[in-house]
């Protein structure tokens, strides 16, 4: 008799623990064949809340980490993924792509955090200036991370746009829920897994699974999120986002790139959910001494 | 002078009776050391074209540790080639992600290996395991893991320039920080593209052989960086091989005077990060303690053999007696011996050499008329020791003023205004550091703006980081190493 599998159930990721979603509600995954993958979780607006909370309570420790610390931990999600890449190119297949594509998909995705975990401590070069301001002070502009940052994934990937969107995102020392793709949920939640052992603080990254059209008015209306980035192509939800947005003046990026380019890679996309601070300081009296030597 | 009070050898507070550490030495049987190294050419350990080895010693003992490699000109040929070929075969068009994923691993190996490469380096050149554990290595990790990520993003680095690497380059590394040293280089060339031959310091090999051991285990492809032990001879057949398109120095300002001059008729472009003798600016309206404590590092961290060693004491007036005497305080709790004790503050001297020109500075001092005041602690029998050492009473003129001693040993002057200071301070052929201790934050930027010098820390001392920039003005050499200043000397910009 051949063995009996054992099917894993998909939860969400929140606060670093794996809960079933408080509403209690699922939506089936369907194959080609319509027969049942899994039982995905119906994420909720009370989920998304007690993502917020857990994230807001993650935000002072993940930013004010060094850099070179996130940078590492950004790697170590790299290498926890590469290991466990023929799982989530199983995920793939089973959500419909092709084995080629499924392992490039895979491939790109952990390049990508590497390429991520590389700007953490690089970033800040680029962006900041020391302005040369006509009378004697020190003045300079750094950024600092925007704070709690809403994600609606891409609907048409599983695991490349979420990668794209998580990994410059907390890579600036923001913190952040996740929505994942609804046609494609598998891997965010395995995903979830890999960050829970890669030493990322509980909460930093949170996971939700459900339908976009429910809950992204109440992702853009949230006013402890200080930033959306919509990884869709809904003009409608984009309206939407924008205007809900005003609430709190959340900043809304909108980003409709192909993330299986490595092209779709850059540090502009940390740049965004950066403010910047600029810091004046007073000198005694400026000049460049010492001449004589 | 303020600064002339009665100095006795005798400590104000006793602590040295009833307050004895247990020895605490860090255990050895964990580390593989080979009894002989050749060189590391094109990923092989390969003998001396020469033949002869020469002996690497525990300078805390004296006892020899191992041999290694005596390299001439033939060995530095053979690794050159081993270079240019990797380097027009596979480094230079490896896209840079790829690059970047064997520094990644190297910079992780050395984590692995962290406990390893502390002992060897402490038994190799005498500084305290508890620098080489928590200073040394840690640091040439982060400086691989820093430049591993670089790798693809150069053009970010240098907007509207088309990066090209350089080619090969020639690498000569100083005794003080022997890894360390070892990355700061090799991790940013590797980074940007080209390939290397690094000729470690002849008093501590040993940790750029693990280092070679860490390459080969890494996967790193053959000849991208090569490793030839030797002296004097093995280096400068390296600068003047007409294979390499690119030197890089940390050492001397002799020596590297030697070198911008005999690459003076040739294309070879050169980073020269070279001697110090940094100002080290107490303030009145510091806090004293911070301050003490910022001296004592400055000078006897690595026992005083640090380019950028704060080696000139600069105090004000109202405050010299006190500093002075809170210093005395600090030293005579200094622990001087044993490199491997986990207690140990200030190990051995890193060669009977350079114990000899530190004693002979002292000898200079005295004869100059300074007041010479060195902690009253034990010193072991065997081994090469100095007690920290301050001079009172120092001029402008002395030696001990205006030459690097590396070692433990400060000078002390005193000052009254700004404008005073910043003279003094300048008032030297080099300017690779300086420190400033006031609670004022805009004296810190007018001194900041002042001093000719390439770091300032002010109130801090001795701080490194692979993201900031590190080099010197004038005679303390050229070019930065570190963040993004740091590739510059490893590209061309088209």
Same mark, same amino acid.
């Given at each position: 008799m051949s063995r009996i599998e054992i099917l894993k159930t998909y939860k969400l990721y929140i606060g670093g623990q794996f809960p079933r979603t408080e509403s209690g509600r699922y939506y089936p995954l369907l194959d080609k064949k319509k027969n049942v993958i899994a039982d995905v979780c119906l994420g909720s607006r009370k989920d998304f809340r007690n993502a917020v909370v857990s994230a807001r309570g993650a935000f002072n420790s993940w930013g004010g980490r060094t850099a070179y610390n996130r940078s590492q931990i950004l790697y170590r999600i790299a290498e926890m993924l590469e290991k466990r890449k023929s799982e989530f190119i199983e995920e793939i297949i089973l959500q419909g792509g092709n084995k080629a594509d499924a392992k490039k998909e895979v491939e790109l995705s952990i390049d990508r955090l590497v390429y991520y975990a590389g700007w953490c401590d690089k970033f800040q070069q680029i962006f900041s200036s020391v302005n040369p301001v006509a009378s004697s002070h020190f003045n300079f502009s750094v950024p600092e991370p925007t704070g709690v940052v809403a994600i609606v994934a891409p609907q048409d990937s599983s695991l490349i746009g979420l990668v794209s969107l998580i990994a410059p995102i907390i890579a600036g020392g923001n913190v952040c829920i996740a929505l994942a793709s +609804? =046609?494609? %949920?598998?891997?965010s939640i395995t995903f979830g897994e890999v960050l829970a052992t890669s030493d990322v603080p509980a909460g930093v990254v949170n996971i939700i699974t459900g339908k976009t059209s429910e809950l992204i008015s109440h992702m853009s209306s949230? =006013? !402890?999120?200080n930033a959306l980035v919509y990884g869709g192509k809904d003009q409608k939800e984009i309206k939407l986002v924008k205007e809900n947005a005003t609430l709190n003046v959340k900043r809304v990026f909108v980003y409709q790139n192909n993330?299986?380019?490595? +092209?779709?890679? &850059?540090p502009y996309f940390i740049f965004d959910t950066q403010e910047i601070k600029t810091t004046w300081h007073p000198i005694e009296n400026i000049g460049v001494g010492g001449a004589k030597y | 002078m303020s600064t002339k009070t009665k100095t006795t050898n005798k400590p104000k507070l006793d602590f040295t009776s009833g307050w004895g550490y247990t020895p605490s030495p860090e255990s050895t049987d964990h580390i593989k050391l080979e009894k002989r190294y050749d060189h590391f050419i094109n990923g092989q350990f390969v003998k001396p074209a020469g033949g002869k080895y020469f002996p690497t010693i525990n300078p805390a003992t004296e006892k020899q540790i191992s041999e290694v490699a005596l390299g001439d000109a033939r060995d530095i040929d053979k690794a050159v080639k081993a270079a240019r070929n990797a380097y027009e075969k596979v480094w230079k068009n490896m896209p840079g992600a790829e690059r970047g994923k064997y520094l990644y691993r190297i910079a992780r190996i050395i984590q692995e290996r962290a406990r390893e490469l502390s002992v060897i380096e402490t038994l190799d050149g005498g500084k305290s395991i508890r620098e080489s554990r928590d200073i040394d290595i840690p640091l040439a990790a982060a400086h691989f893991f820093y430049y591993a990520g670089w790798a693809d993003k150069l053009e970010y680095a240098f907007p509207n320039r088309k990066v090209e690497s350089v080619g090969v380059a020639g690498q000569i590394i100083p005794w003080n920080f022997p890894l360390l040293m070892a990355a700061w280089k090799i991790a940013p060339a590797l980074a940007c593209g080209n390939t290397v031959v690094l000729k470690p310091a002849e008093t501590t090999p040993l940790t750029a052989m693990k280092l070679a051991e860490i390459f080969r285990d890494a996967g790193l492809p053959p000849g991208v960086v090569n490793i030839v032990n030797g002296d004097g001879i093995a280096g400068a057949a390296l600068v003047n091989? %007409? @294979?390499? !398109?690119k030197v890089a120095f940390t050492g001397s300002t002799d020596v590297g005077k030697i070198i911008q001059k005999a690459i003076a008729g040739t294309n070879k472009k050169a980073t020269l990060e070279l001697g110090g003798k940094a100002a080290n600016i107490i303030f009145e309206d510091a806090a004293i303690d911070q301050a003490v404590e910022g001296i004592i590092n400055g000078i006897f961290f690595n026992q005083g053999h640090v380019c950028c060693a704060g080696s000139r004491l600069f105090v004000q007036e109202g405050i010299a007696d006190l500093v002075i005497r809170k210093l005395k305080d600090r030293m005579q709790t200094l622990i001087v011996g044993d490199p491997m004790d986990k207690n140990t503050d200030i190990g051995a001297i890193n060669s009977k050499e350079q114990m000899n020109k530190i004693n002979e500075y002292l000898k200079i001092g005295v004869a100059e008329g300074a007041e010479m005041w060195q902690s009253n602690c034990q010193i072991p029998k065997t081994g090469y020791y100095c007690r920290p050492t301050i001079f009172l009473h120092a001029s402008q003129s002395h030696r001990i003023v205006q030459e690097e001693i590396f070692g433990p040993v400060l000078a002390i002057q005193t000052f009254r205004t700004v404008d005073e200071v910043v003279e003094k301070a300048n &008032?030297? %052929?080099? @300017?690779?550091s300086a420190g400033v201790w006031t609670d004022k934050g805009s004296k810190i930027f007018n001194l900041t703006t002042k001093l000719r010098a390439g770091v300032i820390w002010a109130n801090t001392y001795n701080k490194f980081d692979p993201t900031s920039p590190f080099g010197g003005y004038k005679e303390s050499g050229f070019g930065r190493e570190g963040g993004l200043h740091g590739l510059m000397p490893y590209v061309n910009l088209k």
């Amino acid at each position: 008799m051949s063995r009996i599998e054992i099917l894993k159930t998909y939860k969400l990721y929140i606060g670093g623990q794996f809960p079933r979603t408080e509403s209690g509600r699922y939506y089936p995954l369907l194959d080609k064949k319509k027969n049942v993958i899994a039982d995905v979780c119906l994420g909720s607006r009370k989920d998304f809340r007690n993502a917020v909370v857990s994230a807001r309570g993650a935000f002072n420790s993940w930013g004010g980490r060094t850099a070179y610390n996130r940078s590492q931990i950004l790697y170590r999600i790299a290498e926890m993924l590469e290991k466990r890449k023929s799982e989530f190119i199983e995920e793939i297949i089973l959500q419909g792509g092709n084995k080629a594509d499924a392992k490039k998909e895979v491939e790109l995705s952990i390049d990508r955090l590497v390429y991520y975990a590389g700007w953490c401590d690089k970033f800040q070069q680029i962006f900041s200036s020391v302005n040369p301001v006509a009378s004697s002070h020190f003045n300079f502009s750094v950024p600092e991370p925007t704070g709690v940052v809403a994600i609606v994934a891409p609907q048409d990937s599983s695991l490349i746009g979420l990668v794209s969107l998580i990994a410059p995102i907390i890579a600036g020392g923001n913190v952040c829920i996740a929505l994942a793709s +609804e =046609k494609m %949920p598998l891997c965010s939640i395995t995903f979830g897994e890999v960050l829970a052992t890669s030493d990322v603080p509980a909460g930093v990254v949170n996971i939700i699974t459900g339908k976009t059209s429910e809950l992204i008015s109440h992702m853009s209306s949230h =006013k !402890d999120v200080n930033a959306l980035v919509y990884g869709g192509k809904d003009q409608k939800e984009i309206k939407l986002v924008k205007e809900n947005a005003t609430l709190n003046v959340k900043r809304v990026f909108v980003y409709q790139n192909n993330w299986n380019k490595t +092209e779709s890679q &850059n540090p502009y996309f940390i740049f965004d959910t950066q403010e910047i601070k600029t810091t004046w300081h007073p000198i005694e009296n400026i000049g460049v001494g010492g001449a004589k030597y | 002078m303020s600064t002339k009070t009665k100095t006795t050898n005798k400590p104000k507070l006793d602590f040295t009776s009833g307050w004895g550490y247990t020895p605490s030495p860090e255990s050895t049987d964990h580390i593989k050391l080979e009894k002989r190294y050749d060189h590391f050419i094109n990923g092989q350990f390969v003998k001396p074209a020469g033949g002869k080895y020469f002996p690497t010693i525990n300078p805390a003992t004296e006892k020899q540790i191992s041999e290694v490699a005596l390299g001439d000109a033939r060995d530095i040929d053979k690794a050159v080639k081993a270079a240019r070929n990797a380097y027009e075969k596979v480094w230079k068009n490896m896209p840079g992600a790829e690059r970047g994923k064997y520094l990644y691993r190297i910079a992780r190996i050395i984590q692995e290996r962290a406990r390893e490469l502390s002992v060897i380096e402490t038994l190799d050149g005498g500084k305290s395991i508890r620098e080489s554990r928590d200073i040394d290595i840690p640091l040439a990790a982060a400086h691989f893991f820093y430049y591993a990520g670089w790798a693809d993003k150069l053009e970010y680095a240098f907007p509207n320039r088309k990066v090209e690497s350089v080619g090969v380059a020639g690498q000569i590394i100083p005794w003080n920080f022997p890894l360390l040293m070892a990355a700061w280089k090799i991790a940013p060339a590797l980074a940007c593209g080209n390939t290397v031959v690094l000729k470690p310091a002849e008093t501590t090999p040993l940790t750029a052989m693990k280092l070679a051991e860490i390459f080969r285990d890494a996967g790193l492809p053959p000849g991208v960086v090569n490793i030839v032990n030797g002296d004097g001879i093995a280096g400068a057949a390296l600068v003047n091989h %007409p @294979g390499i !398109d690119k030197v890089a120095f940390t050492g001397s300002t002799d020596v590297g005077k030697i070198i911008q001059k005999a690459i003076a008729g040739t294309n070879k472009k050169a980073t020269l990060e070279l001697g110090g003798k940094a100002a080290n600016i107490i303030f009145e309206d510091a806090a004293i303690d911070q301050a003490v404590e910022g001296i004592i590092n400055g000078i006897f961290f690595n026992q005083g053999h640090v380019c950028c060693a704060g080696s000139r004491l600069f105090v004000q007036e109202g405050i010299a007696d006190l500093v002075i005497r809170k210093l005395k305080d600090r030293m005579q709790t200094l622990i001087v011996g044993d490199p491997m004790d986990k207690n140990t503050d200030i190990g051995a001297i890193n060669s009977k050499e350079q114990m000899n020109k530190i004693n002979e500075y002292l000898k200079i001092g005295v004869a100059e008329g300074a007041e010479m005041w060195q902690s009253n602690c034990q010193i072991p029998k065997t081994g090469y020791y100095c007690r920290p050492t301050i001079f009172l009473h120092a001029s402008q003129s002395h030696r001990i003023v205006q030459e690097e001693i590396f070692g433990p040993v400060l000078a002390i002057q005193t000052f009254r205004t700004v404008d005073e200071v910043v003279e003094k301070a300048n &008032n030297t %052929p080099f @300017g690779l550091s300086a420190g400033v201790w006031t609670d004022k934050g805009s004296k810190i930027f007018n001194l900041t703006t002042k001093l000719r010098a390439g770091v300032i820390w002010a109130n801090t001392y001795n701080k490194f980081d692979p993201t900031s920039p590190f080099g010197g003005y004038k005679e303390s050499g050229f070019g930065r190493e570190g963040g993004l200043h740091g590739l510059m000397p490893y590209v061309n910009l088209k």
